[in-house]
């Protein structure tokens, strides 16, 4: 791919101006990821105290696999890599009379492409489940076969709503687009909590397609109301364009897809619960990752796309470094205060109804796995927006490819002796090596990267997270004794601790020179000596 320009420089707002939206979209994405976070921990808290951490969620983990696996392959991978990129371009005041027509081209071509795969999924629905899940017992792949068929359309309806999202990020209307997840979640939950005593495991499967629904009702609405005219024009250059920028990641994907195949199939083998554990410590993970790299990533996407169609890489790299000293800022202490509560909050999440103590333990152990790979992954998100926002979805996928085969060689290497413990290992190294890659591919892109600052901030950050930690640890040592088991204990010890650490963080990181956190604090004292 090349690095070329498709369309004549235009007037680009300077980062003073672009920061403050830069900022605001991504305190809106942060807003609906909250919800969308908050209501996926309500979904897994329901799941566990109906169904716990049991065989028969291993099964809906499974089944529910391969769904996300046609999105990711469909139109996921194509949202940030070629849909939000040429999007953009099109939403351009010099462009935007032809904005409707390509959106309304990629909706029809999805949505016919999409109709087929949902009719093979529900026929070929018992050997996916022996695909993904050979491991489990003959019971529990029949009850995997039969989800998978009540969640297949929904694959549609995701499909759909991905487009439209590509469309709304282009216009840079992030509201629905940021609730959309949380709808979703929603509907999961309420499916569970009507339909659980009638269906049982079965009203997860209905839920998704529930959520599926509501998700592309929440956000049709807000494309029209932009003024998007949706027409066809199937020999649009547009689709050639999102062609070309999607096919390499439509290669990396396609690899990545094998991995979890290959992951699902060897955890499967590892015991009936070892897939629900692991999914339970992913929720966990996924929330500072999903508050943090996602919205900022997301939230920096546009306006990194349309700065380099303008050829102005000042602000391409001023708005980069700004991403990534926010998302260092963010993410080391949120990955610090996850290792050190882990316990008490996995208890005050799911530990109730069929969700044991013995499953709390498999699932912290897990969790404390999985962070190795927090701050690598974080980070690695918005680099790879930066490439795709130069056009350049080739070294990506290329690095993708690169880092199953470094999964690969531990997960192979760490099950047998440590079974999906081992897996969740090769998963964090999985994630560590990308990062790496794309890092030193980026600077052979752009150059020094010293004037981005991400060093200096991580450093900082590192050091404050640390002072913050070892007040963390006196904190738990004096109040878990004070506080009463349970419920109310763990919600007083996390919310206690919490608010704590956020407050030493951010003091120890503004006086060690973070300037984001100074602001923080100056407009928290600001507003203190106002009241």
């Known amino acids: 791919m090349t690095d070329q320009p498709f369309t004549e420089p235009t007037p680009i707002p300077m980062p003073d101006e672009a920061s403050p939206s830069l900022a605001r979209s991504a305190s809106i994405i942060a807003f609906g990821n909250i919800a969308s976070r908050l209501l996926g921990l309500g979904r897994e808290t329901t799941i566990a105290y109906f169904f716990g951490a049991s065989g028969l969620v291993s099964a809906f983990q499974a089944a529910s696999t391969i769904p996300t696996m046609i999105y990711d392959l469909l139109v996921g991978g194509m949202l940030s890599a070629a849909l939000v990129p040429v999007f953009s371009d099109y939403a351009r005041a010099a462009r935007r009379s032809e904005f409707g027509q390509v959106v309304g081209t990629v909706l029809a071509v999805i949505g016919l492409v999409v109709a087929g795969i949902v009719v093979l999924i529900m026929l070929l629905a018992e050997p996916l489940a022996h695909l993904i899940a050979g491991g489990l017992s003959e019971e529990l792949l029949a009850i995997t076969a039969s989800l998978l068929r009540i969640m297949a359309p929904a694959v549609w309806f995701l499909a759909i709503s991905g487009v439209v999202t590509g469309a709304l990020f282009a216009l840079k209307r992030f509201t629905f687009p940021a609730f959309a997840a949380a709808i979703y979640n929603l509907g999961i939950i309420v499916a569970a909590l009507l339909l659980n005593q009638r269906l049982g495991i079965y009203s997860l499967a209905v839920g998704v397609l529930l959520g599926s629904v509501l998700q592309l009702a929440l956000q049709a609405p807000d494309l029209l109301r932009a003024g998007a005219r949706l027409s066809l024009g199937l020999r649009h250059p547009a689709l050639r364009r999102i062609w070309l920028l999607y096919l390499p990641i439509l290669f990396g994907l396609l690899v990545s897809q094998v991995q979890v195949i290959i992951d699902r199939r060897l955890a499967s083998g590892t015991g009936e619960q070892s897939l629900a554990w692991m999914r339970d410590a992913t929720t966990l993970f996924q929330l500072p ?55 008490p909050i996995v208890q005050l999440i799911f530990q109730r109804g069929a969700f044991q103590p013995a499953d709390t333990d498999a699932v912290v152990l897990a969790l404390n796995l999985y962070l190795i790979g927090l701050i690598p992954a974080s980070l690695d998100w918005l680099l790879n927006y930066t490439f795709y926002a130069r056009n350049d979805t080739l070294t990506p996928a290329i690095v993708g490819v690169v880092s199953v085969g470094i999964y690969l060689l531990f997960a192979l290497l760490l099950v047998k002796p440590f079974g999906y413990l081992g897996l969740v290992f090769a998963d964090s190294m999985k994630h560590t090596g990308h990062f790496l890659l794309m890092w030193l591919l980026l600077r052979r892109r752009l150059g020094d990267l010293s004037g981005l600052q991400g060093g200096v901030t991580g450093l900082r950050s590192l050091a404050a997270s640390a002072i913050m930690g070892a007040v963390l640890l006196a904190t738990l040592a004096l109040l878990r004794p004070a506080l009463p088991a349970g419920f109310v204990g763990n919600l007083a010890l996390v919310g206690l601790a919490g608010v704590l650490g956020v407050a030493v963080y951010l003091l120890v990181a503004s006086r060690l020179g973070v300037q984001e956190a100074g602001m923080v604090v100056q407009r928290f004292s600001r507003r203190l000596r106002r009241r």
Do not use: K, M
């Open 289 to 343: 990752h999903g508050l943090v790299a996602v919205a900022i990533s997301l939230a920096a996407l546009p306006s990194l796309a349309q700065y380099f169609a303008a050829g102005n890489e000042r602000d391409f790299n001023a708005t980069l470094g700004r991403g990534l000293r926010t998302v260092l800022l963010l993410i080391t202490p949120a990955t610090v205060g996850l290792l050190l509560l882990g316990t």
